[in-house]
C-alpha cells in the first residue's frame, strides 16, 4: 500500500524559490509513488489579520503556482484547506491536549512573539496544534517541507504519540522529509537569513516565482558572497557562494560536488551568471505554465474536486477519532 504524503503553504507574502526548492519541488517528485494531498493553507493564514481581497487572490494565485510547480490532480488531492471543515474540528481536538508550555517553546512564536510582543494573536500561538491536525487527519507518514517546519512535525509526533496514548491507536506518525540540499534557502543579500516570502516585492535578497527575469539576473549578481572568490561549499564561512550553489545542485538536480567540480575555477561573476541562467531556465518554463493555469476556469474547478476527495477521506477519519474519544453518538 502507498503512504500517504501531505503538505502546504501559507496564503501569505508571495511564493519564492526557497518555498519552491524546500517543499514543492520534493513533493512534486515524490507524488505518483505516494497517496498525495497538498493544499493551500489559507487557515493558516489567517492566523493574522489578512485583507480578504489580497488573501483570496493570493489563493488563486498560488492554485496556480503549485500546478505551475508540476502538482498534478490526476495523482494528488489538492485543495483548499478550509474547504475541508475536518481540519478545524480536529485543529481544536488536538489543541485541547497541548500544553501551554509546549507551544511557548516553538521557534517561530517565539520570534514573531518578540516582535510582536504582548499583542501576539492567539492564532499565532495555536497554529502548531492546526498543523498537527493538517497531517495526522490523513495519517500522512511522509512530509515534504523545509528545515524551518521540522520542530512543527516534531510537536505533531508528540501530539499524534499522545492522543494514540490516550484513546488507543488512532494516527499514523509522521516523518519529514527535509532535503539535503535546498532545505534552508538564504536571502541573497543576508545569507544567513532565511529567504522569507513575507519579504517586499522590491527586496533585492528575495527571489520571488513571479519575478521577471532580469530583475532575478539581478538580484543574483548582486548577491553577497566573499572575498575568497573559490566556487566551494562552506556554509559556515561563505554563506552566500554556498546559498548559490544549492540553488544551481537543486535546479539541476545534481551535487553540490558537481557544482564545485564544473565551476571550481570560475570567479564568482562568471558562476554567478551561471546561476542566473538557470533560474532563469526554471522561471521562464514556470511563468509560461502558470499564466495558462492562472487564466483557466479549470482552477477553481481542480480545487474543489480536490476538496471533495479530500473531504470524503477526512469525514471517514474524523468519525473514526469521534467514535475513539467516546463523542460519536
Ligand atoms: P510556509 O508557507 O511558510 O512555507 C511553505 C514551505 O516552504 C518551505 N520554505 C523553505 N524551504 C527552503 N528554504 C526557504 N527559504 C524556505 N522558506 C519556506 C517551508 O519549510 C514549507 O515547507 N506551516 C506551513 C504550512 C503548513 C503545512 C501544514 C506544511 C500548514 N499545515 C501541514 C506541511 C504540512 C508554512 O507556514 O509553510
Request: net charge neutral; charged share 30%; glycine share 6%.
Given at each position: 500500500?502507498?503512504?500517504?504524503?501531505?503538505?502546504?503553504?501559507?496564503?501569505t507574502?508571495?511564493?519564492?524559490?526557497?518555498?519552491?526548492?524546500?517543499a514543492i519541488k520534493?513533493?512534486?517528485?515524490l507524488?505518483e509513488?505516494?497517496?498525495?494531498?497538498?493544499f493551500i493553507a489559507?487557515?493558516?493564514?489567517l492566523?493574522?489579520?489578512?485583507?480578504?481581497?489580497?488573501?483570496?487572490?493570493?489563493?488563486?494565485?498560488l492554485?496556480?503556482?503549485?500546478?505551475?510547480?508540476?502538482?498534478?490532480?490526476?495523482?494528488t488531492?489538492?485543495?483548499v484547506?478550509?474547504?475541508v471543515n475536518?481540519?478545524?474540528?480536529?485543529?481544536?481536538?488536538?489543541?485541547?491536549?497541548?500544553?501551554?508550555?509546549?507551544?511557548?517553546r516553538?521557534?517561530?512564536?517565539?520570534?514573531?512573539?518578540a516582535?510582536?510582543?504582548n499583542?501576539?494573536?492567539?492564532g499565532?500561538?495555536?497554529?502548531?496544534?492546526?498543523m498537527?491536525?493538517?497531517i495526522l487527519?490523513?495519517?500522512?507518514?511522509?512530509?515534504?517541507?523545509?528545515?524551518?517546519?521540522k520542530?512543527?512535525?516534531?510537536?505533531?509526533?508528540?501530539?499524534?504519540?499522545?492522543?494514540?496514548?490516550?484513546?488507543?491507536?488512532i494516527?499514523?506518525?509522521?516523518?519529514y522529509?527535509?532535503?539535503?540540499?535546498?532545505?534552508r534557502?538564504?536571502d541573497?543579500?543576508n545569507?544567513?537569513?532565511?529567504?522569507?516570502?513575507?519579504a517586499?516585492?522590491?527586496?533585492?535578497?528575495?527571489?520571488?516565482?513571479?519575478?521577471?527575469?532580469?530583475?532575478t539576473?539581478k538580484k543574483?549578481?548582486?548577491?553577497?558572497?566573499?572575498?575568497?572568490?573559490k566556487?566551494?561549499?562552506?556554509?559556515?564561512?561563505?554563506?552566500?557562494?554556498?546559498?548559490?550553489?544549492?540553488?544551481?545542485?537543486?535546479?539541476?538536480?545534481?551535487?553540490?560536488?558537481e557544482?564545485?567540480?564544473?565551476?571550481?575555477d570560475?570567479?564568482?561573476?562568471?558562476?554567478?551568471?551561471?546561476?542566473?541562467?538557470?533560474?532563469?531556465?526554471?522561471?521562464?518554463?514556470?511563468q509560461a505554465?502558470?499564466?495558462?493555469?492562472?487564466?483557466s476556469?479549470?482552477?477553481?474547478?481542480?480545487?474543489?474536486?480536490?476538496?471533495?476527495?479530500?473531504?470524503?477521506?477526512?469525514?471517514?477519519?474524523?468519525?473514526?477519532?469521534?467514535e475513539?474519544?467516546?463523542?460519536?453518538?
Amino acid at each position: 500500500m502507498k503512504k500517504t504524503m501531505i503538505t502546504g503553504v501559507q496564503p501569505t507574502g508571495n511564493f519564492t524559490l526557497g518555498n519552491y526548492i524546500g517543499a514543492i519541488k520534493n513533493f512534486v517528485s515524490l507524488q505518483e509513488q505516494h497517496d498525495s494531498f497538498i493544499f493551500i493553507a489559507d487557515l493558516h493564514g489567517l492566523t493574522t489579520y489578512q485583507e480578504p481581497k489580497k488573501i483570496n487572490k493570493i489563493i488563486l494565485d498560488l492554485a496556480a503556482i503549485y500546478l505551475a510547480c508540476g502538482v498534478d490532480p490526476k495523482h494528488t488531492k489538492f485543495f483548499v484547506q478550509s474547504s475541508v471543515n475536518e481540519h478545524s474540528v480536529l485543529g481544536f481536538l488536538v489543541a485541547f491536549q497541548c500544553r501551554v508550555g509546549e507551544l511557548s517553546r516553538m521557534t517561530q512564536y517565539k520570534s514573531k512573539k518578540a516582535k510582536a510582543g504582548n499583542s501576539v494573536d492567539l492564532g499565532l500561538f495555536i497554529y502548531p496544534t492546526l498543523m498537527a491536525a493538517d497531517i495526522l487527519l490523513y495519517d500522512a507518514e511522509v512530509v515534504p517541507v523545509g528545515s524551518d517546519q521540522k520542530q512543527h512535525i516534531e510537536i505533531t509526533r508528540d501530539l499524534g504519540e499522545r492522543l494514540n496514548k490516550r484513546y488507543g491507536e488512532i494516527f499514523k506518525l509522521p516523518e519529514y522529509y527535509i532535503p539535503e540540499n535546498g532545505h534552508r534557502i538564504m536571502d541573497l543579500q543576508n545569507p544567513t537569513e532565511k529567504m522569507s516570502k513575507s519579504a517586499p516585492l522590491d527586496d533585492k535578497g528575495t527571489i520571488f516565482v513571479l519575478d521577471d527575469v532580469k530583475t532575478t539576473r539581478k538580484k543574483i549578481m548582486s548577491a553577497v558572497t566573499d572575498s575568497d572568490n573559490k566556487v566551494k561549499y562552506d556554509e559556515k564561512n561563505k554563506p552566500g557562494i554556498s546559498n548559490l550553489i544549492t540553488i544551481l545542485a537543486t535546479l539541476r538536480d545534481c551535487s553540490i560536488k558537481e557544482v564545485e567540480k564544473e565551476f571550481g575555477d570560475c570567479n564568482y561573476g562568471v558562476f554567478k551568471e551561471k546561476v542566473a541562467d538557470e533560474v532563469e531556465k526554471f522561471l521562464l518554463n514556470f511563468q509560461a505554465k502558470y499564466q495558462k493555469y492562472r487564466e483557466s476556469e479549470e482552477l477553481i474547478t481542480i480545487l474543489h474536486e480536490g476538496a471533495k476527495a479530500a473531504e470524503a477521506r477526512a469525514q471517514k477519519k474524523l468519525d473514526f477519532i469521534k467514535e475513539k474519544m467516546g463523542i460519536a453518538i
